[in-house]
């Protein structure tokens, strides 16, 4: 690989790393790793970049791997100096949905009020650590050539994150971690409602799980969903649980007082189900689970011998099937 391309940042005379791209003619840049002046090429026909004027021991590695910590480090003293509280953003998952959204940190100006590059961390050195009045705030590893081992991700005391070299040279202030150990963020959809889920739970004197929201059955017991009762039309929490649908079997405690033990005409027999905590009303199964546009999605439903029996002896859907009884 030619090696002016691995240096991409020179650091000037004031001790700022600066991209090719915004260097100065005239200004003399050096390499962030073994600290010897660079060549500046910015021709009209080759992207700007740095060059070693001669031989070096600097590998591209290892000046790929120093000059991401170097920028991580400034962007965070950069950061710490400015007015500007929206300086730096993070791509996160959705710990509800799962989806991506960038997150504006959005941070005050003293939440990071420093950097500090290899920092000793109990057992672990740490490539980059923010801290925040002089105590640790987020740790900060570059992905070069290796990854953060198990035993550091598991160990590790402070919140962190890492960040491949690439990404960080691409933009230092866009934060894009393909590892992590950070505080559960929920994007702005799913804040929402499950603040919403929430109120609703709270009119109705319901428990309310703060796992309710997500599509994980090792969340919580009972997730919950938003309905309409179809009788007396009042805004309801409906449950799901494992067990689902048409349970005979006792669901575990302590339950949502709405899930009782009723009869259906429809699946013939009794079963635990939602109710409106309103006015009582059984909310089925079958139009909770398995309608064509079920309330509850994206969870396991038990496969019952009733719905086998159904596809067996109709050759379709129970959905059908009892559509057909009704």
Not at 102 to 116: E, G, I, M, V, Y
Request: neutral net charge.
């Amino acid at each position: 690989m030619d090696r002016e391309l691995l240096i991409p940042y020179g650091l000037a005379p004031n001790g700022h790393l600066t991209k090719a791209a915004d260097a100065t003619r005239g200004v003399e840049y050096a390499c962030p790793e073994c600290r010897t002046p660079l060549v500046y090429r910015a021709g009209e026909t080759v992207t700007h970049h740095f060059a070693h004027k001669a031989n070096t021991a600097c590998t591209g590695e290892s000046v790929l791997h120093l000059t991401a910590k170097m920028l991580i480090a400034q962007t965070i003293e950069e950061h710490a100096a400015t007015e500007n509280n929206s300086r730096i953003s993070m791509k996160c998952n959705c710990d509800c949905c799962n989806s991506q959204f960038n997150l504006n940190l959005n941070l005050p100006k003293n939440a990071f009020s420093s950097a500090r590059q290899e920092e000793r961390i109990g057992s672990f050195i740490c490539d980059v650590v923010a801290m925040r009045d002089g105590q640790l705030a987020l740790g900060v590893e570059v992905l070069a050539t290796h990854a953060v081992g198990e035993e550091k991700a598991n160990e590790l005391s402070i919140p962190w994150i890492e960040l491949t070299a690439e990404s960080i040279l691409a933009e230092p202030t866009y934060w894009q971690p393909v590892n992590s150990k950070l505080k559960p963020v929920r994007c702005s959809v799913c804040k929402e409602h499950l603040n919403k889920i929430k109120n609703i739970a709270s009119r109705w004197e319901l428990p309310f799980y703060e796992a309710a929201r997500f599509a994980d059955q090792n969340r919580a017991f009972y997730l919950a969903e938003i309905e309409t009762c179809w009788k007396c039309k009042e805004e309801i929490l409906v449950y799901w649980w494992s067990g689902v649908p048409f349970c005979e079997t006792e669901p575990p405690m302590p339950r949502p007082r709405t899930i009782l033990f009723s009869k259906s005409k429809a699946f013939k027999g009794s079963y635990w189900a939602n109710t409106c905590p309103n006015c009582r009303a059984v909310q089925g199964d079958n139009f909770l689970f398995l309608g064509s546009s079920p309330v509850i999605k994206g969870l396991p439903i038990r496969d019952t011998p009733e719905m086998k029996a159904s596809r067996i002896a109709a050759g379709h859907s129970l959905v059908n099937q009892m559509l057909r009884n009704f």
